[in-house]
């Protein structure tokens, strides 16, 4: 019997370098340059294709750097306290983001309290209760949401939602809670409170379709374990299915944030566009993006104009720090390569 140290296992074939049919009749000499080419075209797609990969980190990279070098003069002239200052009066060339990074912070978090149990009551419905044939069109209704351009949010904030805050919502918000700041001062129907409800709409087909996604990817043995001890289905969603995609809503929560912070169009036609930091709600104010968008084409000296891009560079750093932290808590439930990572 041959010892171990006699039995040699063939090499195994790569599998680009195995012969084809195109390249079993050529001499051998022949079929080795064929597969050495084929070989060559392996090398040349995987360097396209990381090229590719890098040239968007490039892109968002270049832009950082241009925002940075854009924005030189205001960093130097106002320093940190172009982060705790409220005054913007472009004629004494007094700038301050504190009213706009009030405002974008203030309307995000108020349209996540709005839009963060519709949205997993959305999902949890989808995929734990509604049935085969209804599940389709529900899902298909909450993705065309997210297809709505934000300037027909915009238009339905204007025409439906602005009147129906200074005649109704409003006042009975006054009327039952008006003993707190928040819900105090006139009520012009255009503030910080209509562009958390538009924000609100426009965020929750993304929080939902995250956290379908993420439920779906919940083992079945949870939920079976769960209904074997004699569980209802309530308490099988409670206990089983909402705690383990527990880490995978909350990116999903905070990917409808990072969506919210960015929105532009939708909320400079409602939220009254006004450099103010005031505790109501009912009170006109502004956004970071919405003063760029305002008053960019306005701006008349450098230092205005660097200014607002100061804004736009908080802007970005604020939005791609909440969607990596958001994509890291989605595969950290699915893994990169899961269903609740594919976003």
């Keep these: 019997m041959a010892s171990v140290e006699q039995v040699r296992l063939p090499t195994p074939i790569p599998p680009t370098a195995r012969p084809t ?12 340059r064929q597969l050495e080419r ?9 360097s396209l294709t990381a090229l590719f990969a890098l040239a968007l980190l490039a892109v968002l990279a270049s832009i950082g750097v241009v ?39 203030a309307s995000s978090l108020l349209a996540l309290l ?58 009975a918000l006054s009327g039952t809670l008006g003993f707190l700041p ?4 006139p009520k012009y129907g255009i503030g910080l409170l209509t562009a958390s409800m538009v924000l609100a709409v426009m965020i929750v087909p993304y929080i939902t379709s995250v956290t379908h996604e993420v439920l779906r990817a919940v083992p079945g043995a949870q939920r079976e374990a ?8 309530w308490e099988m969603v409670r206990m089983a299915v909402l705690p383990y995609g527990r880490t995978g809503i909350l990116g ?42 305002n008053e960019f084409s306005e701006a008349t000296y450098d230092l205005y104009v660097q200014a607002l891009v100061e804004i736009g560079l908080v802007l970005l750093i604020v939005t791609v720090v909440i969607n990596a932290l958001a ?12 269903a609740a990572a594919r976003v």
């Design 21 to 32: 049919r195109a390249t079993q009749h050529l001499h051998p000499q022949a079929r080795a």
């Design 38 to 46: 084929l070989n060559i075209g392996d090398r040349l797609f995987h």
């Design 67 to 105: 925002l940075v070098y854009e924005s030189t003069d205001s960093i130097r002239t106002f320093g940190w306290d172009f982060f705790v200052t409220s005054t913007w009066d472009p004629v004494a060339k007094e700038f301050g983001a504190l009213p706009f990074i009030y405002g974008t912070v």
């Design 114 to 171: 709005q839009a963060v149990p519709l949205s997993i009551g959305t999902a949890v419905f989808l995929s734990e209760i509604a049935p085969n044939w209804l599940r389709a069109p529900v899902s298909f209704l909450v993705e065309f949401l997210a297809a709505i351009p934000s300037v027909v949010y915009g238009l339905w904030g204007v025409f439906v939602l602005i009147p129906w805050e200074r005649s109704y919502i409003e006042p």
């Design 182 to 185: 928040l819900f105090q001062g």
């Design 226 to 233: 769960a209904l074997a001890l004699g569980a209802t289905k």
């Design 252 to 293: 999903a929560i905070m990917l409808g944030l990072g969506r919210a912070i960015g929105e532009t169009m939708a909320v400079t036609m409602v939220i009254g566009n006004r450099a103010q930091v005031v505790a109501s709600l009912f009170a006109p104010a502004n956004t970071m993006a919405s003063v760029i968008a």
């Design 327 to 338: 994509r890291l808590l989605v595969w950290k439930v699915a893994g990169p390569g899961g």
